[in-house]
């Protein structure tokens, strides 16, 4: 990398998600220079166009430094709804350096008439919820989160990660390591051939994963959802389109 002074002008993209990867594709065509940035938690990440870099910042004073000394013009929050960490500090950080900052966040699920939804807040109180609801567990919440099923020793878990979960884990527990997206008919032969009886998700939103939720309904089976933590108040857009423009008014003004 050469002197601060002949860096030109770039977008950073906190990303990690199909629409992260998407508006870097479309910055990229309209040759604006973007660096996207991944957490690091998976594997063999799906890489997205243009630069990418790996690892934190620091919290938000290293996020504020990074971003002065890399001449980052605008920042795109386009994690996953549940970062909480990265979203907090994104705020806190393009606050302090002065640099405009753009959720993109996808829409949340939202239950069809006759869908047999429970809510919570947390995957502790999924984990709570979850014997009155059945005893063979579909758990599609991430391997991060398997701890909170550790005590149900009664019931027996499906649990599909893209990478290796690490203990401690329910006893009676499937790992199925895989990476969407998923076809609703894939999803509710799954259900099927495991004797599914409750489902447990996370309400990330989207199309590449909303399959199961369309087996369950097919299927009749409860699913408990786990609300998004709340987010910092900054400007928020739900498609990859207006990020686009979003982002191309600031690197033109």
């Known amino acids: 990398m050469g002197s601060k002074g002949s860096i030109a002008a770039r977008v950073l993209i906190l ?21 996207s940035s991944l957490a690091g938690r998976v594997a063999r990440p799906a890489l997205p166009e243009g630069e990418v870099r790996v690892g934190g910042f620091g919290g938000p004073d290293g996020l504020a430094r990074w971003l002065a000394e890399n001449r980052i013009t605008a920042v795109v929050d386009a994690t996953h709804p549940f970062a ?13 350096a002065g640099v405009p900052l753009l959720r ?21 109180s999924a984990a709570e919820l979850v014997p ?3 005893s063979r567990v579909f758990l599609t919440s991430g391997r991060q989160g398997l701890a909170a099923f550790a005590g149900l020793t009664d019931l027996w878990f499906l649990a599909r990660c893209v990478d290796p979960p690490e203990p401690p884990l329910p006893p009676r527990i499937e790992v199925l390591l895989s990476r969407g997206p998923y076809r609703a008919e894939d999803e509710l032969a799954l259900l ?18 909303e399959g199961k939720l369309v087996a369950a309904r097919a299927h009749g089976i409860p699913v408990v959802v786990v609300r998004r933590p709340p987010r910092p108040p900054v400007p928020t857009v739900a498609r990859v389109e207006q990020a686009l ?3 191309l008014e600031r690197m033109t003004s």
């Not at 990303?15 to 660096?35: I, K, M, N, Q, Y």
């Not at 993109?104 to 502790?124: V, Y």
């Open 15 to 35: 990303g990690g998600t199909s629409e992260a990867r998407a508006l870097a594709a479309g910055l990229v065509a309209r040759d604006v220079p973007v660096v």
């Open 84 to 96: 909480e960490r990265i979203g907090a500090s994104a705020a806190t950080g393009t606050a302090r």
């Open 245 to 247: 423009e979003w982002t």
């Open 192 to 209: 099927r051939a495991h004797r599914i009886e409750v489902l447990v998700t996370k309400d990330s939103g989207g199309t590449m994963t």
């Open 104 to 124: 993109l966040q996808r829409p949340g699920w939202e239950p069809a008439p006759g869908d047999d939804w429970h809510w919570t807040d947390t995957l502790d």
């Open 132 to 134: 009155s609801l059945g």
